[in-house]
């Protein structure tokens, strides 16, 4: 199994503090999986665990580090009352190319989604590392050869309400998703200095 363990981001460790997020030891520690500010300009790049197999240095464009242990999990909420990364969103201009990639690695495409009214027509795929849902989105023909990137994140929260009101301005007003049963709600990343788009989610409803 692959595990996502972290996410480096070039953004200031102060954007994402003023978002409402909790660092240690200069990261950020969300269930099992770290950001991680590196303070420059490099595209994001991430750090899996893989249980011992091998893991190439690059994913499809996407600079991987391997680490050496599974990280433990923490249940603690960040004074944004995110509690978990719901998904990471993923974009690439051949979601094909990309999926074989994931695919070599023994990681399957669990399901395909046409983004109805899409001019071209778009897709999701949806793979999974470990706990964190990977959102693969781009055209559904191939649009270029450049490398599949990270694109941003969906977090989940125990309250959005308080989320919300946590992050004050910087915060849309709560609504529908359009996921059944579930609230979104928007941070203004580019007023915090934070390079990536974000979302603060409510939990799945319960099976």
Do not use: Y
């Not at 994931?102 to 983004?115: A, T």
Request: a negative charge.
């Amino acid at each position: 199994m692959i595990r996502l363990d972290a996410v480096q981001v070039g953004d200031d460790l102060a954007a994402w503090t003023s978002a409402g997020f909790e660092s240690a030891d200069g990261s950020i520690v969300v269930d099992a999986t770290a950001i991680e500010c590196t303070e420059d300009d490099r595209p994001p790049t991430w750090r899996l665990w893989a249980d011992g197999a091998h893991l190439p240095s690059d994913i499809d464009g996407i600079a991987t580090a391997v680490a050496e242990t599974p990280r433990e999990p923490t249940s603690a909420a960040h004074p944004n009352r995110v509690v978990e990364i719901d998904h990471v969103v993923l974009a690439s201009p051949d979601l094909d190319r990309t999926t074989e990639a994931f695919e070599r690695l023994g990681v399957e495409c669990r399901r395909i989604r046409e983004i109805p009214g899409s001019e071209p027509a778009m897709q999701q795929r949806f793979f999974r590392f470990g706990p964190v849902i990977l959102e693969l989105v781009g055209t559904a023909e191939p649009a270029g050869d450049g490398p599949a990137s990270i694109w941003g994140f969906a977090f989940t929260v125990d309250d959005i309400d308080a989320a919300a009101a946590h992050l004050g301005a910087a915060c849309g007003a709560p609504k529908v998703a359009v996921q059944p049963g579930r609230r979104i709600a928007t941070v203004r990343t580019r007023d915090l200095g934070i390079s990536l788009p974000v979302a603060f989610m409510t939990p799945p409803p319960k099976r």
